[in-house]
């Protein structure tokens, strides 16, 4: 529209270009997911783990942590929460750039077709990222990545399209709504 075409005259003077998203994607095999029960937030013992147990697996999932637990690693002797199965396949979707919120809503949407087809999967995650240093912060509050940075949500969405909603954000933060 005008508006974009006068906004990109400008930035054409200064050098300035528009970058695309980074797209990866992965396959993770056998791997070990924690079991989960939508209506069981804070988990139960021998049937499902809890919201945080997910968070946690879920961080190291994402940086590739070991979870095997073995004694010779001094990395990490973190592993998957009780109970859980082992999935033969998983896919890992990263997308790295700045995402307006609309395309977020969109992705989520296309997510939740999913279950619309026969699958195997009980649950699916989606995870947005702010950047470290992101102005934006919610209520009154200074977004704080001075003392940390985190800024970030993921949804969890199960097959009957109940979701869990999990945020971080930093200690200088005020939580959303």
Sequence with gaps: DAEGSTLMS?????????????????????????????NELQGKPEESCSTEELFEWLGAV???????????SFLSTFC????????????????????????IIQLLEQLCCYFGEPK????????????A???????????????????LYNFVVFRNLDYWLQMAVGTNDGCPP
């Design 133 to 151: 240093d992101s102005p934006v912060s919610w209520r009154e509050s200074e977004h704080g990545f001075h003392k940390g940075g985190e800024n």
């Design 80 to 103: 998957c929460p009780q109970p859980n199965t082992r999935v033969e396949k998983a896919f890992l979707c990263t997308i790295t750039g700045f995402i307006i919120p609309e395309k």
């Design 62 to 72: 994402l940086n590739h942590v070991s979870l095997d637990n073995k004694s010779s």
């Design 10 to 38: 400008y930035f054409s003077k200064h050098q300035i270009r528009a970058l695309k998203p980074k797209i990866t994607f992965s396959t993770l095999r056998d791997l070990l997911c924690p079991v989960l029960q939508s």
């Design 120 to 131: 195997l999967a009980d649950w699916l995650t989606l995870t947005v990222h702010g950047f």
